[in-house]
């Protein structure tokens, strides 16, 4: 048999760069300071500049991001948050943290995100809030979601943990804006497996607002400005110095390595253009990067049994929407989330990093290809 074809390939990032990374972290361990050093300091100012914003601030992880950002917008018990249902179940949960309630709204069944046209028959007078997530590394309808927001004066928390270098335009003459810096706030994951991943969890709250940032700096260490002494309650959500420092070396190969995933799925739409396999729909006005490329199909399980017999690896993102699972199924009470529901029994992932060669790409296709053109 062929060698694996795994569904994403941390080993090679590693081996790219392992002399960078490992010496960054023996720099750590020299100066034995391993929470809120210089690190820190270098990895907040070197991403909020990549992405344009003014302030970035490192925490534990990707939903303490969303929490804190929320929390930050003193989002609480009473409040409602609107969002969608296929997502990862994090969205949910750092809503559902602040004691905020979800509000469910299904997806364009285009593009897989936020259907802004749903958004009018859940508004209340309760609506605090949008978290729109950029899915896969495709950014949501920013322009519409953000008209809907300022009209009816919510804020608007960008859930970025898929979209890191991601873009958004208004039109075709307008400059590209990163995801991230289009609403008032944005939460990012560092999860290893993300375009931009640590070497454990790891996450980030971006803004620009001055005044938000530190509030967020305050909620992220017990409310400390000064050590010892909390001004407002707050938790314990610090990114550390080690999981900073494999993160600024990483940061210089982001684009580079968004590039090389667009180019594998260029591959991939190429083979797939005209078939039975539904790709996701490739907005003209926003530069998508690809953390997962997904297809949609008819008899998706029998599909990735074939493929495992085939040595390709697949992976489901998501394959139980989160109103359907057991600790949320009250959210799915009256919401209208039919697109939703039908994805998660079609959708699969196919093998996608920055370090898959053409023929390797041609080679999944192929066997897509052929293994739908045998069970129907």
């Known amino acids: 048999m062929l060698p694996a074809i795994p569904q994403t390939d941390l080993r090679a990032e ?18 034995s300071r391993f929470i809120l050093g210089e690190d820190v300091k270098q990895f907040e100012n070197a991403f909020a500049s990549y992405l344009g914003a003014g302030h970035a601030i490192g925490v534990a992880s990707g939903t303490d991001a969303l929490f804190l950002a929320l929390r930050a917008f003193d989002i609480g018990p009473g409040d409602e ?59 949501a309808d920013m322009v519409s979601i953000l008209a809907f927001a300022r009209q009816h004066n919510l804020r608007v928390i960008e859930d970025c943990a898929q979209a890191h270098g991601a873009a958004c335009r208004a039109d075709p003459v307008s400059p590209w804006q990163k995801v991230g810096t289009l609403g008032d706030a944005a939460a990012f994951s560092f999860y290893p497996t993300k375009n931009l991943g640590a070497f454990g969890d790891g996450g980030c709250v971006v803004t620009k607002d001055a005044a938000l940032a530190e509030q967020v700096r305050l909620l992220r ?29 990483k940061l210089n190969a982001l684009d580079r390595w968004n590039e090389a995933r667009r180019k594998t799925a260029e591959v991939y739409d190429q083979n797939f253009a005209g ?7 490739r907005r003209r006005d926003v ?47 009256g919401a209208d989330l039919q697109i939703t529901e039908a994805l998660c029994t079609e959708i699969l992932s196919l093998p996608m990093s920055a370090h898959i060669e053409t023929k390797t790409a041609r080679r999944v296709a192929a066997e897509v290809l052929r293994a739908v053109a045998e069970i129907g």
């Open 221 to 249: 260490q017990y409310g400390w400005r000064n050590r010892y002494i909390s001004e407002v309650p707050g938790w314990n959500s610090r990114l550390d110095e080690i999981q900073a420092a494999v993160l600024g070396v």
């Open 14 to 31: 590693y081996l790219e760069l392992n002399g960078e990374i490992d010496g960054a972290m023996r720099r750590v361990l020299d100066r």
């Open 275 to 281: 078939s039975v396999v539904g790709v996701t729909t």
């Open 81 to 139: 948050v609107i969002t969608v249902s296929h997502t990862a179940v994090a969205t949910i949960a750092a809503i559902m943290q602040t004691g905020a309630k979800p509000v469910l709204v299904d997806v364009d069944p285009g593009t897989f995100t936020l259907a802004p046209d749903r958004l009018p028959a859940v508004l209340s007078s309760r609506t605090k809030a949008i978290v729109p997530v950029h899915l896969y590394g495709q950014p």
């Open 287 to 333: 530069m998508h990067v690809f953390h997962q490329y997904v297809i949609r199909v008819k008899n998706r399980d029998r599909l990735r049994e074939a493929l495992a017999q085939a040595g390709v690896g697949t992976a489901i993102h998501y394959p139980v929407p989160v109103h359907q699972q057991p600790a949320y199924r009250s959210l799915g009470t």
